[in-house]
């Protein structure tokens, strides 16, 4: 089991940043491949961003390369998302998920979840 809390989510300009957090407990999380994935009202979640067990290796939908960047403390048992030059396209719910098994970007294979925070993006 492992339990996964995510923060930092809010009300930000176009333009903007934030950083959200994702803190894990339980199960070995340096264990696992981590994601960030992200369901806006009426649309499929969606891949944002993965990042494997050891950190060195990332992956990003191309909507937000260059202005997404993911990264993990597997000593602090933490990941964040940090997230610049948003747009109103970015509002959503995101969400991070770990998988000790599936090392891709279908959401599906994903096992464990947080609750979401929400993220919205005024034009």
């Known amino acids: 089991q492992v339990q996964l809390v995510e923060s930092g989510g809010g009300l930000v300009q176009a333009g903007g940043s934030l950083r959200l957090s994702c803190a894990a407990s339980?199960?070995?999380?340096?264990?696992?491949?981590m994601g960030w994935f992200r369901q806006a009202p009426g649309k499929e979640r969606e891949f944002v961003a993965t990042i494997t067990s050891s950190g060195g290796r990332t992956n990003y939908v191309d909507s937000v390369k260059g202005r997404f960047t993911i990264s993990r403390d597997n000593a602090q048992n933490t990941g964040s998302l940090q997230m610049n030059s948003l747009t109103p396209e970015d509002t959503a719910v995101y969400y991070c998920?770990?998988?000790?098994?599936?090392?891709?970007?279908?959401?599906?294979?994903?096992?464990?979840w947080g609750q979401g925070t929400q993220v919205t993006v005024s034009s």
């Open positions: 998920a770990v998988s000790f098994y599936y090392r891709g970007t279908d959401y599906n294979f994903y096992e464990y």
């Open positions: 339980g199960r070995s999380f340096s264990s696992t491949q």
